[in-house]
């Protein structure tokens, strides 16, 4: 079984910037991939990016790709959302999820087993 925390949500500017945790926990946390997903209210969920479990491998949305950057601390058991040049359409929340294997199936949302709580991102002025 995996637990995955979320955090570092919160209010952010448009053009701002915000980095957002999922620490992962578990048997064989990590030798998995780990993606982020987000949905805004009224929307389906989308999947906004992925890396694999060496973390060599990522792989983006066209809404996020060239400003967001995903990526992993294998020894804190992190993985990161950086994100900037943030929009309102970006507004959401955010989740984590991890999958049972080590690679990335694009960013579909359907590939992980396992999901975190979510944090709330919301992009005004």
């Known amino acids: 079984q995996l637990q995955l925390v979320e955090s570092g949500g919160g209010l952010v500017q448009p053009g701002g910037s915000l980095r957002l945790s999922c620490i992962t926990s578990?048997?064989?946390?990590?030798?998995?991939?780990v993606g982020w997903l987000r949905q805004a209210p009224g929307k389906e969920r989308e999947g906004v990016s992925c890396?694999?479990?060496?973390?060599?491998?990522?792989t983006y949305s066209d809404s996020v790709r060239g400003r967001f950057t995903v990526s992993r601390d294998r020894v804190k058991n992190t993985v990161y959302l950086e994100m900037n040049d943030v929009r309102p359409e970006d507004t959401g929340i955010y989740y984590c999820?991890?999958?049972?294997?080590?690679?990335?199936?694009?960013?579909?949302?359907?590939?992980?087993?396992?999901w975190g709580q979510g944090t709330q991102v919301t992009v005004s002025s």
């Open positions: 999820a991890a999958r049972t294997l080590w690679n990335c199936l694009g960013t579909r949302d359907t590939q992980y087993a396992y």
């Open positions: 578990g048997f064989r946390s990590d030798y998995v991939a």
């Open positions: 890396v694999d479990s060496g973390g060599s491998t990522t």
